[in-house]
């Protein structure tokens, strides 16, 4: 019984890897459908081995380290090769300069940025009611639901349809990942109203942006929360 409760938790991290590891491999074959129902499993199983853990009372170190290397899998490998794959019809052209490599491979730096954004907020103690820059999962959010609602549905297709739009991107994304901007998160410090007028805004905003845009709305609601967030940088501590 033990040993159940003391890895329960883990086992569900390890779940998160292995959800990661199929939808990436999804990715690269092209079907974004089977991509995106990994990702979704792979946010609950991340959301839940911390809530297990927590209750159990079983958080440990190995706990830690597996939740960042099943998150760099899920929250960062996937996002960087969606940027991989928008950039992949480009070739080695930009700007009408021929590079010696195919500027596909730029959208990997999402990838490298998301690892040090990791390693960075293992060694952050003071992120407990906020972020510092953008988290993995909500940066894979963005770039995974433009992606998908440009195959899906054709929208966003002056992004997708521009090689430089996209390194942009990439680039902003990646800076976002590392930034000392601080982002919300969804933990309350009080039950006072007046300590989470960003979480109501937030709430309230989203549920609006879903309703109306659907698939669409997703990425909507992240830039969304980052504007959010912007907007509340004073009352985010």
């Known amino acids: 019984m033990d040993f159940i409760k003391n890895n329960l938790a883990n086992a569900l991290t390890l779940a998160n890897l292995f959800a990661g590891c199929v939808g990436a491999i999804h990715l690269i074959l092209g079907d974004y459908q089977t991509t995106a129902i990994c990702l979704i499993l792979s946010a609950i199983f991340d959301f839940f081995d911390g809530f297990v853990a927590r209750a159990l009372k079983s958080n440990s170190n190995l706990g830690l380290q597996l939740d960042s290397l099943a998150d760099m899998v899920s929250f960062g490998v996937i996002p960087g090769l969606t940027m991989y794959k928008a950039l992949e019809p480009f070739g080695a052209e930009l700007l009408g ?141």
Request: glycine residues 6%.
């Open 97 to 237: 300069i021929h590079f010696p490599f195919e500027i596909k491979y730029i959208g990997l730096i999402v990838t490298v940025f998301s690892c040090l954004r990791l390693a960075i907020f293992n060694l952050d103690e003071e992120q407990r009611y906020y972020f510092k820059g953008l988290n993995t999962p909500t940066n894979t959010v963005l770039l995974f639901g433009l992606y998908y609602a440009f195959k899906e549905t054709g929208t966003f297709s002056f992004l997708f349809d521009n090689e430089l739009l996209l390194i942009l991107l990439t680039l902003l994304t990646s800076w976002f990942l590392i930034s000392p901007i601080k982002m919300m998160a969804m933990k309350f410090k009080s039950k006072q109203l007046k300590d989470n007028y960003p979480k109501v805004v937030l709430l309230v905003g989203g549920i609006a942006i879903l309703a109306l845009f659907q698939v669409v709305g997703i990425p909507m609601l992240v830039i969304y929360y980052i504007l959010v967030s912007l907007v509340f940088q004073g009352q985010l501590k």
